[in-house]
């Protein structure tokens, strides 16, 4: 029937996992549309921490179908540990799980390159999580890459064996990055066995897949991994992923037209992070950062990285929603704001001393001054009801952004969620 978009507004981290999570029963379907294993949504279930990297987020639904979409890169070793260590929830794989045919796969000697290339740039370093990515959509746009569909065809073996060789020539640019003989022939025997997994499990035309559903009158929550401010077009290059995180990559990742789209809802924590390298314009240092990061518990999901981490930042925001056409907004770890004496926000930039619309072609141009304005803070209510001073930093909010916040989340738990505006 309709397609609901969910990602991201800033550069990745939000909380999408437990947003997700919450919604999913209102869905028969859940779809991932692109990025890969870099990818760390996180559900806090019973007390217990589940981190997803390729598995779509409504997986613990025994009803729900959940499909790792056609703009999806596969690590076949990485899903399969992914989804063993999901054992202990009595998963119906078959059942509950669909991987597109087309959706692309990560070799062994993709990681060696993501890790000899980002070696190579030495104090220039992207913060790669180091995982194959950026190599894999190379090879996807360079009509190279390998897909789900070719480990069923009798050519496979050859045509892996023609691309790794490939990238050994390719590595012999990097004299300086040495190759383990011993770590790349465990990591090959791990592939393959990831392949034969992924052969037992359930593998469909994505976009056939789709249709059928929405023509039954089934509704989809496509969901996005990293966040809007690292989209290879739109985000802040070069320091970004390799795919389109936006709403528009739910059509082609998906394979579904604009004209299904319904609902676009975009996540912002109450502050802001980002892990890596790259511009970050309320980045808070010293004291006052390190203090926000261990009360966030702000460590990347997937890669363990201390997340740098600043006040929320309206401009990008702003931005980020008229790039997506959000439609609503959910609101994450507002608690972890709590019992401060003020709360700050990026209101505007300033170049040159004069204020400018929308934001600056270049985030690290050293003229752009950040405008920042504050509210009171505000502590947690003994009844679960939002304190008045959160409550004037969501109009606030909503005033600079015109557009709702629907969700409020105030700790990782399921239950930790408020629903605001009906």
Known sequence: MAVDVL????????????????????????????GGPNAGHT???????????????????????????????????????????????????????????????ILPSHRLLDAASEHAKGAGKIGSTLRGIGPTYMDKTGRNGIRVGDIMTSSFMATYKDLKAKHMRLLSLYPE?????????????????????????SIVNGEQFLHNALEKGMDVLAEGAQGTLLDIEYGSYPFVTSSN???AAACTGLGISPQNIREVIGITKAYCTRVGSGPFPSELHGEEGESLREKGGEFGATTGR???????????????IKINGVTQIAMTKVDVLEDMESVSYADSYSVNGAVIEGIPFDLEDERIVVN??????WSATKDG??????????ETVER???????YLSNGPEREKLNILGG
């Open 7 to 34: 990602l991201g507004l800033q550069w990745g981290d939000e909380g999408k996992g437990k947003i997700v999570d919450f919604l999913a029963p209102q869905y028969p379907i859940i779809a991932r549309f692109q």
């Open 43 to 105: 559900l806090v279930v019973d007390g217990k921490k589940i981190v997803l990297h390729t598995v779509p987020s409504g997986i613990l639904y025994s009803e729900i179908v959940n499909l790792i979409g056609n703009g999806v890169v596969i690590d076949p070793a990485t899903l399969k540990k992914e989804i063993e260590s999901l054992s202990a929830y009595d998963i119906d794989l078959q059942r509950q799980l669909r991987i597109a045919e087309k959706a692309h796969l």
């Open 177 to 201: 990055f040495s190759i383990e003989e011993d770590e790349v022939k465990k990591a090959e025997e791990a592939f393959f066995e990831g392949i034969e997994f992924i052969r037992r499990l």
């Open 245 to 247: 995180t936006i709403s």
């Open 306 to 320: 201390p997340r740098r981490c600043g006040w929320i930042d309206l401009p990008l925001l702003n931005y980020a």
């Open 372 to 377: 920042y304005n504050n509210v009171s803070g």
């Open 385 to 394: 009801s939002i304190h008045p001073n959160l409550q004037a930093f969501i």
């Open 400 to 406: 600079k952004l015109s557009v709702p916040i629907r």
